[in-house]
Structure formats: structure tokens, C-alpha cells
């Protein structure tokens, strides 16, 4: 079992619209999480973090975490065609930050 | 503003050559990791180093080994290559002292192993 699932997607959206982009992780030790945008080829950049359930708004990013169910999600509101790209989820597991474990990506796609 | 810088970005071998990859974290980062994403994958946590010290490994072959150097750059020796090695490697830092919201990546190495 992977320490991080995500679905692959891809998961196609329309201009404006929410996408609601999930990622569950198995390890209860995990501290933080982390979602990560990657355009193909390039490096990932992280879009938020977010350490303890509940929600984290920044922009038009909201992330939820729910520890219980050991799931993490993203939702990008009025999506535009420039968020077209491979989200990450990431989880630290353990009390340092020197191992993180990264799901397999969902591609999203926003159509004009 | 400075990034983690890695070279080379390209880089062609044949099977059961060597292959060395740098990478040069953000001055005053002191926390180096190492990630090998194959095509259409997710980054595979391989290795991190802390103050120049092994801190996790992850997943990475014995064939390949990393280290650490006074100047905190970071390289990464991968031997005996396969076609399964043939991947983007990249190389994240971030100064300890703050949270692991600034793991910042670099650019990457393509390996390609023909």
C-alpha cells in the first residue's frame, strides 16, 4: 500500500467552476500535508500546507484535512485554464521534516 | 531571489555506466533532499541530509549513494545504471528552523540511460 493515494484523474472542470481535487494517506504518524502543483516537466511548487483539521483558505485554495479519516483535500474555486496541472499531495510522516511522501497526482484539466 | 540550483539539467549515459548529479541548495539552507519522479510517476522521496549528515532515506537503490559536503551542496552517485534509471531527479532545500513549508525544489536533472 502506498503511504499516499490520490486518484489520477484526470478530472476536467470548467472555467469558474470548484475543483475538488482527494488524497488519503495511511500512516496516523503523519504531522503535515502538503499540495503541490506540477506543470509537466517542471518542478512542484507547493500551493499550501496545512497541519491540523479543519480548513486552511489562502486565495482561491481551500484546504480540509480530517485526521480521523486520515484524508486530505484541495479545493480550488473559480478555476481558470492556467490551474490545468498535476496536483501533489504530500505528507511528512514523522516529527521531523526529512521524509516526505508524495501521492501519484491528479491532473487537472479547466476548460475555457 | 536565489533558488536550488542542479546540474547538470541533462544528462545522457549508457546501461551500466556512472552518473554524478549536483545540486546546490539556497544559501543558509542547511536540509538537502533528493526525489526521482519516472515518467508519468510521482517524486519518490530517495534521501535527505541534514548539517551534512544522512537524516532518511527512503527509497533509494544501493546502487546510488549520496553525501553532503562542507559547502552544503549535495550529490548524488548513481552507478551501474539501468533503463529504469532514466527519470527526472530533483533536489529540494530548506533551512531548518522553519516549518516544511520551504522545501523549495530545483529545476531537476533528466536522466536519460540508453
Known amino acids: 500500500q502506498k503511504e499516499v493515494e490520490q486518484n489520477s484523474g484526470p478530472l476536467s472542470v470548467p472555467e469558474g467552476a470548484i475543483a475538488s481535487l482527494n488524497c488519503t494517506y495511511s500512516d496516523r504518524g503523519s504531522q503535515s500535508f502538503f499540495w503541490y502543483r506540477q506543470y509537466s516537466g517542471k518542478s512542484p511548487e507547493l500551493i499550501m500546507s496545512?497541519?491540523?483539521?479543519g480548513d486552511k483558505e489562502d486565495g482561491r485554495f481551500t484546504a480540509q484535512l480530517n485526521k480521523a479519516s486520515q484524508y486530505v483535500s484541495l479545493l480550488i474555486r473559480d478555476s481558470q485554464p492556467s490551474d490545468s496541472a498535476t496536483y501533489l499531495c504530500a505528507v511528512n510522516i514523522g516529527y521531523n521534516f526529512n521524509k516526505f511522501y508524495f501521492g501519484s497526482g491528479t491532473k487537472l484539466n479547466v476548460k475555457p | 531571489a536565489a533558488g536550488v540550483i542542479q546540474s547538470p539539467r541533462h544528462l545522457i549515459k549508457e546501461k551500466r555506466e556512472t552518473a554524478t548529479l549536483k545540486c546546490y541548495p539556497i544559501p543558509r539552507h542547511d536540509t538537502v533532499y533528493w526525489y526521482q519522479q519516472g515518467p508519468g510517476q510521482d517524486p519518490q522521496f530517495l534521501i535527505s541530509f541534514y548539517e551534512k549528515m544522512q537524516s532518511d532515506k527512503g527509497s533509494i537503490p544501493d546502487r546510488f549513494s549520496a553525501q553532503q559536503f562542507s559547502d552544503y551542496h549535495s550529490e548524488l552517485n548513481m552507478s551501474s545504471l539501468e533503463l529504469g534509471d532514466s527519470a527526472l531527479y530533483f533536489c529540494a532545500s530548506r533551512p531548518s528552523g522553519n516549518g516544511p513549508d520551504t522545501q523549495y525544489f530545483g529545476p531537476g536533472t533528466r536522466l536519460t540511460v540508453l
Open positions: 496545512i497541519y491540523s483539521n
